[in-house]
């Protein structure tokens, strides 16, 4: 099983500076000056990171013209960003598809579109090629069964 406790500084100033973030703007405004503003907050705490990072994505053996762009990298932490009034099964499962594709281990879901910030943290584990959610304490979260918030069907 994957260790993601070696994460947990590194997710917490994350959430950290998005909440400076959506302290400062507020709610409700464009996805991409969410992005820009972060990427910025994330400088000025000292961490590195990358804006719209190009996926590449390969069929047998071939790479396809067709690429995705994750919103910010840290490091291993794909942060997926939303200004929404509700996150919905599929964003998560584009954080999902993102994980999946680069063999990240951890991302985030971070909404700005709600009064309160949003944040989900999502693993990926490469053995089980499975996605799932995660805790504070970076533990899975297990009793209930949340495969209904990655069921675009609803």
Known sequence: MLDLTKYS????KIIGAAMAVHSELNWGL?????QEALHLELLD???DNQREQEVTVY???HMLEKK??????????????????SLAP???SQ???YLRLTHKPLGLLINFGEESLIGER??????TNECFIVDRNMEPISGDDYRYLLDTNN
């Open 9 to 12: 500084n590194k997710v917490y």
């Open 30 to 34: 464009l996805e991409a000056v969410y």
């Open 45 to 47: 705490c000292g961490i």
């Open 59 to 61: 069929y047998k053996n």
């Open 68 to 85: 995705y762009k994750m919103d910010l990298v840290v490091d291993d932490i794909i942060v997926e960003l939303k200004s929404v009034t």
């Open 90 to 92: 599929a964003h998560r």
């Open 95 to 97: 954080l999902c598809n």
């Open 122 to 127: 999502w693993a990926y584990d490469e053995d």
